[in-house]
């Protein structure tokens, strides 16, 4: 499942040199792309993004992009026989639910973008977030990935690993990590 557009835009605009000649100077719009989850850390990341980034730039293009699991993610082996085994109606509700789930969280993430009236596209990738999200950075050419961090301790972070460490290392772009506010004392 895949709901992408690619959005790119160049102007050029003309301008005088010493010599009176017209030099034409052309610039790329920025591109930026935003990696959202289910988490209250990846919103943050996408709201501060809309309010520091792209407001900066009102010609930047926005993709929103959401990694979903593969559906074969869900299915084990079976340690008797070395299969995987899943019934097709079980992978068949697994696939479903999955989209549905990919469905909510961009929804959830066009919804801010909209009340900012921010254009953006959204785009679900499938497979491991990490490789997912990168693949997904040079397929559209961004020029900032913006994504949240849910602020995991070495120890955590050694054990599950980290999609923005992962990113920030291997994407072909700049990579902005948006840490987690601290919460209000009550």
């Known amino acids: 499942m895949e709901d992408t557009a690619a959005v790119s835009g160049a102007h ?4 005088e040199d010493g010599a009176g000649r017209a030099a034409m100077t052309s610039t790329k719009a920025l591109k930026v792309m935003a990696a ?8 943050q990341a996408l709201s501060w993004a809309l309010d520091n980034v792209v407001r900066c730039h009102p ?8 990694a979903q699991h593969a559906v074969d993610h869900f299915v084990y082996p079976i340690a008797a026989h070395g299969l995987a085994y899943a019934p ?3 992978v068949e509700s697994m696939r479903k639910a999955e989209e549905e789930n ?3 969280i961009l929804a959830r993430a066009l919804d801010m973008c909209k009340e900012r009236q921010v254009d953006a596209t959204a785009a679900v990738v499938e497979g491991d977030a990490k490789e997912a999200i990168c ?16 602020g995991l301790g070495k120890i955590k972070r050694a054990f599950l690993g980290s999609v923005s460490d992962y990113l920030s ?8 990590v948006v840490k987690p506010t601290k919460a209000q004392p009550k």
Do not use: K, M, T
């Open 169 to 176: 290392h291997h994407a072909c772009c700049p990579v902005l």
């Open 36 to 43: 959202v989850d289910a988490s209250e850390e990846s919103l």
């Open 12 to 15: 050029g605009a003309g301008a």
């Open 102 to 104: 990919s469905r909510r």
């Open 88 to 90: 097709p109606s079980a």
């Open 59 to 66: 010609d930047a293009a926005l993709v929103v992009v959401h």
């Open 135 to 150: 693949q997904a950075v040079e397929r559209f050419q961004a020029g900032l990935l913006v994504l949240g961090s849910r």
